[in-house]
């Protein structure tokens, strides 16, 4: 009986480690074929879609009723997390309703969200005016800081073959 429940509870261990983090019942909602350069060129013609992006957080600037989060955009892996290379198409801004503590929302964490685009809002960036498409959130998810998911990870894993039971300890990086 062992040697089945110890594989099964693995393999769910394993796909739940790896599952999206945003719920299917909004990913049904999601325009999957909105790019964020499309946002990006022209956010009020996509005015009341739901999109899904990530980035890395730039700066949280809370008000009275609602958090406005700036993020600059990177491409999601499978998981919907967002990429650790330097590739971004752009700034986007998110709309919370609500209070978002800043030093949770802090500047370098990765946030991903689903959301209906809201259309545009300028803001300098230097010299310069930068058109930041806004998104309404309808679900997030904020990544752990990147230092925690560099620690070693300990591991204890049951085998077993020809009758006999094993054990092991791994540490990985």
């Known amino acids: 009986m062992i040697r089945k429940i110890i594989p099964l509870a ?11 983090v945003i719920s299917q019942t909004t990913m049904k909602d999601v325009d999957k074929n909105v790019s964020f350069t499309t946002i990006q060129r022209n956010p009020d013609a ?45 700034r986007f801004l998110v709309r919370f309703e609500g209070f978002l503590d ?12 689903a959301g209906v685009v ?22 997030h998810h904020l990544w752990k800081p990147d230092y925690d998911y560099g620690l070693p990870r300990v591991g204890i894993g049951v085998g077993g073959g020809s009758g006999h039971v094993g054990g092991g300890v791994g540490v990985g990086f």
Do not use: H
Request: proline share 8%; net charge negative; aromatic share 6%.
């Open 102 to 113: 800043p030093a949770i929302y802090e500047k370098g964490r990765k946030l991903t969200v």
């Open 118 to 139: 809201e259309g545009k809002v300028v803001r300098p960036i230097g010299e310069i005016d930068y058109i930041y498409p806004v998104i309404a959130v309808r679900e």
């Open 10 to 20: 693995c393999l769910v261990v394993l796909i739940s480690s790896c599952a999206p």
């Open 46 to 90: 996509m005015k009341g879609r739901v999109v899904l992006l990530g980035g890395e957080i730039i700066a949280t600037t809370p008000g009275s009723e609602e958090t406005w989060i700036e993020v600059l955009e990177k491409p999601l892996d499978f998981r919907q997390k967002p990429s650790e290379e330097d590739v971004s198409s752009g």
